[in-house]
Each structure stands twice: as structure tokens, then as C-alpha cells.
């Protein structure tokens, strides 16, 4: 089966869900998204993106081989209930920011009612010609093949990372975390520089910092978020708790959806 003969429904057509379905449409496949219940918004960029209107989740799982879920975390659970309650068998990318221990949940109740499921994380923004994102999967190998094929050659690469479920969403997690965790340390470091009246040099060594201090890429993206937080100013003129700081560029460059 090549992509071409694939249809998948994305769940649901936010930001980056559009944006997904746009690039698997690139990638040669019929993309269907559900339009009961969705606001104009969710119209709009959806038929931005090509992706092809049914009337309800019933319809998009008749028509589908494979869903993939791109909705707000806290709806993930429901979204997969909602589609295994309607007896799916099908393949199912649970491609959320999520935990791993919620995408093994999420897989044994699809599972149970027959659908195979796989496991994703994608870290970037929503994939445009400008920007590009990655899609990480993990599950069995027969289904990450099916995927990666619809993706390969689009804006959001396709990473398979193994075979054990939550591996993906771990991967998410980390990173996640790891952005957070960055910003806060280089915040806290710009605010003992300020208070001694060297901020500016140590912008300076920041921008001297070579990325290798930490392994391979882990220490460019280490050196890149100091330079950009120290960039931003001083902490003091920000306000609110340090480990905040920058919390929101981050979350808004690792998340995989934006609402609307």
C-alpha cells in the first residue's frame, strides 16, 4: 500500500493539527477531519490546510485506516474513549503532549477494542515550508512504517525511536522539561551577573560558550537557550517566579497544538 492509497482523519484541526494534515496530504494522503461540533476557526484552517469535511466521528472512523489525535491534553483520554467506544480497529496515533504512562493507557483501551496504536511526539512548531517539526514514533515496526512513509519528504520528519509505547511521549516530556529547565538556570545566572553589575560579560561568555560543554547537539541547544534568555534582559524587569521565565516561547515552540 503506498500513501496514496491512504485515508486518515486528523483529531482535531487546531493549529498543528491542520498543519499536520496538511503535510500528510503532501505526503499523498486523503486527510478527513470531523466537523460536528468545531468552531469557524477550526473550519477555516481546515480548509486552508485541503483537508476534507465529514459530518461526524462515526463517518471519519468508517473512512479511515488511521487517526491521529493532535488535541489538548487533558481531552486526549476522551478523544481515544470516544473513538475505541465506536469500535475502531484501525491504526491510532496518539500524537499528544501526554505522558508515557497516559499513552499506555490510551493503547490498551484502544486496544481492546481492536485498534493498534501507536505512539507520538512531535517537537516543533506546526510544520510550514519554513519552519519544519519532528513526528518521533515508537510501536511496532509494521505500523511506524505505515506512517512513516505518509511523512517522509514532508515538513514534519518522521523519527521512529523503538518499539516500546511511551517512548515517543517520553521523549516529549524530556524535552519539555529540559527547555524549562535551561531558560530557568539562565535566568537565575543573568540575575546574579545583574545584581554584580557584569551582565554584560556574561552575555559576553555566553556568546563565546562552544556547544560542545554538553554532548552533540544537547550543548548547542543549551548554548542557544542561555544566549536567548540573557538577550531578553534583565529578570528583574519581568517579573513573577524565575522558573517561569521564558516558560511561554517554550511552550509555544515544543507544544503540538495551539487552540483556538
Known amino acids: 500500500m503506498t500513501s496514496s492509497d491512504v485515508v486518515l482523519t486528523v483529531l482535531h484541526p487546531g493549529r498543528m493539527g491542520a498543519a499536520v494534515g496538511r503535510e500528510a496530504k503532501r505526503g499523498g494522503a486523503r486527510v478527513l477531519w470531523c466537523e460536528a461540533g468545531r468552531s469557524p476557526a477550526t473550519r477555516e484552517r481546515a480548509l486552508a490546510a485541503g483537508l476534507e469535511p465529514v459530518a461526524d466521528l462515526a463517518s471519519a472512523i468508517e473512512a479511515s485506516e488511521i487517526i ?23 491504526l491510532y496515533l496518539e500524537a499528544n503532549a501526554i505522558s508515557p504512562e497516559k499513552a499506555c493507557r490510551i493503547a490498551e483501551r484502544l486496544e481492546r477494542s481492536g485498534a493498534q496504536v501507536l505512539d507520538g511526539g512531535i517537537i516543533g512548531p506546526p510544520p510550514t515550508q519554513e519552519e519544519q517539526a519532528r513526528l518521533y514514533l515508537s510501536g511496532a515496526d509494521e505500523d511506524v512504517a505505515k506512517v512513516v512513509r505518509i511523512f517522509s519528504g514532508t515538513c514534519l520528519e518522521p523519527v521512529p525511536v523503538g518499539r516500546r509505547l511511551g517512548a515517543a511521549s517520553a ?11 535551561s531558560r530557568a538556570l539562565a535566568a537565575v545566572a543573568h540575575a546574579l551577573a545583574e545584581d554584580y553589575g557584569v551582565a554584560g560579560e556574561l552575555r559576553a ?10 554532548p552533540t547537539h544537547v550543548g548547542v541547544i543549551l548554548r542557544e537557550r542561555v544566549r536567548d534568555e540573557l538577550d531578553r534582559g534583565p529578570p528583574h524587569a519581568r517579573g513573577g517566579d524565575p522558573l517561569e521565565w521564558g516558560s511561554g516561547a517554550a511552550a509555544r515552540e515544543s507544544s503540538p497544538r495551539t487552540w483556538g
Open 171 to 181: 521523549l516529549k516530556m524530556a524535552f519539555a522539561s529540559f527547555q524549562k529547565a
Open 68 to 90: 491521529i489525535s493532535v488535541c489538548p491534553p487533558a481531552a486526549a483520554e476522551d478523544v481515544a474513549d470516544h473513538v475505541a467506544d465506536l469500535g475502531y480497529s484501525g
Open 205 to 214: 561568555e555566553a556568546q563565546r560558550m562552544p556547544g560542545d560543554v554538553l
